[in-house]
């Protein structure tokens, strides 16, 4: 009998201990974001696309993601222009540029709170803390379809970055998701700044 009460007591430890340790979920998401770079180009990229992968460890109303992104920036053409004929003068007006092209690679630890959970959909906030490399291709300089010269690229500058946004979970036995986050990655002399709005499935 008194193996038997030991037993159940020590069973009774063992399942509340396993109830009480945090679950875990992996997925994937997609990502849209807009850019502002540092220097005199920091207006003339278009919207970026890419995507990631995500973990997350939930501890009751508090979550911790650990996240892997990659977005690819291109150049407005129109605003890249324009860009250049504030930098170069009137003899830029002739100018086309093709490529020069911004990738950042990113990896993120961040922290999830909810409020106002509801049974389906939970919004949350988020904040946290990484790294980002952000890298700028080669471009091509043309002037009536002769190539006038490269801009070379800057590539592999990491630097370290932080981000607070907000978002929403859609429980429907998997997790869906859409969240943003305004991003400051902390570049030489001014700060760049970019967006990403990341729609995603947690396992």
């Known amino acids: 009998m008194k193996r038997v009460l030991i037993f159940g007591i020590v069973l009774l430890g063992a399942v509340t201990a396993f109830a009480q340790m945090p679950s875990v979920g992996f997925g994937v998401h997609g ?3 807009s850019l502002s770079i540092a220097g005199p180009l920091k207006d003339a990229y278009g919207p970026g696309y890419g995507g ?4 997350d460890v939930h501890f009751a109303m508090l979550a911790l993601r650990v996240s892997g992104d990659y977005i690819s920036f291109s150049p407005d053409n129109d605003k890249y222009h324009q860009a250049l004929v504030g930098l170069l003068g009137t ?6 540029i093709d490529g020069g092209g911004i990738s950042i690679w990113s990896g993120n630890v961040n922290l999830k709170t909810a409020f106002l959970p509801l049974p389906i959909l939970t919004p ?3 904040g946290g803390i990484g790294l980002a490399s952000i890298g700028v291709g080669d471009a091509t300089v043309t002037l009536n379809g002769v190539p006038q010269g490269n801009i070379p690229g800057v590539k592999g500058e990491t630097k370290t970055s932080f981000n607070l946004g907000a978002g929403v979970d859609l429980k429907v ?3 869906l998701f859409i969240e943003a ?6 570049t030489e002399g001014e700060t760049s700044t970019y967006i990403p709005i990341s729609a995603g499935i947690t396992f």
């Open 31 to 33: 990502n849209y974001a």
């Open 52 to 55: 990631g992968a995500h973990l």
């Open 91 to 96: 003899a830029a007006q002739g100018f086309k």
């Open 124 to 126: 949350y906030i988020t």
């Open 173 to 175: 036995g998997i997790t």
């Open 181 to 186: 986050k305004y991003t400051w990655i902390l």
